[in-house]
């Protein structure tokens, strides 16, 4: 029960309405648009048609960790109403003879106007963090922290640097007093063109 209420009032804090959601998830099975994880964790992933929410499958070990960090999370999310954390907005399960799943919704962080150019998955580590040959090849690739350095990429953030750090200090804190360590900073790049002007 308390899931289910903080999970809602998240929603309603971020003004996701119960009708966009239906509107959303509206989708013929036929045209589904599933991936896979870019990562080690094999999960499966669900985007909404209007690219807004995504639906992502859990291991139980995560869902036991989301269990214990709801109260916190949610709190969290009331003081910082800027939180660069993703927003969980639903939990699902589904449950056969066999087996068991476990399923989050979250909104996209990628959902942008402009096309996105390049995007990148960074944790702060170089160890292992390349993209494969494979992922490479896509269209858009998503990237990693030694691609981000070859690529020699650089944030800029100007006059709001300060307040971005101070909101990233508090949001890795909240995940490092759980002992969550497999979290990124996502970065997408869109290379501006003279036909965006109206768009910036």
């Known amino acids: 029960y308390q899931r289910r209420v903080r999970v809602a009032s998240i929603r309603e804090l971020n003004n996701y309405s119960q009708l966009s959601l239906i509107n959303e998830w509206d989708i013929p099975q036929d045209k589904l648009n599933t991936m896979g994880s870019t990562g080690k964790s094999g999960s499966t992933f669900i985007l909404s048609t209007g690219q807004s929410y995504m639906i992502k499958s859990i291991e139980k070990r995560e869902e036991k960790l989301l269990e214990r960090i709801l109260h916190d999370y949610h709190q969290h999310l009331l003081k910082?109403?800027?939180?660069?954390?993703?927003?969980?907005?639903?939990?699902?399960?589904?449950?056969?003879?066999?087996?068991?799943?476990s399923f989050i919704m979250f909104n996209n962080l990628l959902k942008v106007t402009l096309p996105i150019d390049e995007k990148y998955d960074l944790k702060g580590s170089t160890?292992?963090?390349?993209?494969?040959?494979?992922?490479?090849?896509?269209?858009?690739?998503?990237?990693?922290?030694?691609?981000?350095?070859?690529?020699?990429?650089?944030?800029?953030?100007?006059?709001?640097?300060?307040?971005?750090?101070?909101?990233?200090?508090?949001?890795?804190?909240?995940?490092?007093?759980?002992?969550?360590?497999?979290?990124?900073?996502?970065?997408?790049?869109?290379?501006?063109k003279k036909e965006d002007a109206p768009f910036i």
Do not use: W
């Open 80 to 101: 910082y109403p800027e939180s660069l954390l993703m927003k969980v907005i639903g939990f699902y399960g589904l449950k056969s003879t066999v087996s068991k799943a």
């Open 127 to 192: 160890k292992d963090r390349e993209a494969t040959k494979a992922e490479k090849q896509k269209s858009v690739p998503c990237l990693l922290d030694n691609d981000f350095i070859a690529a020699k990429r650089k944030l800029h953030f100007g006059p709001v640097k300060e307040k971005f750090i101070q909101q990233l200090k508090a949001d890795a804190h909240l995940l490092a007093r759980f002992d969550a360590m497999d979290y990124s900073f996502l970065v997408a790049i869109h290379k501006v």
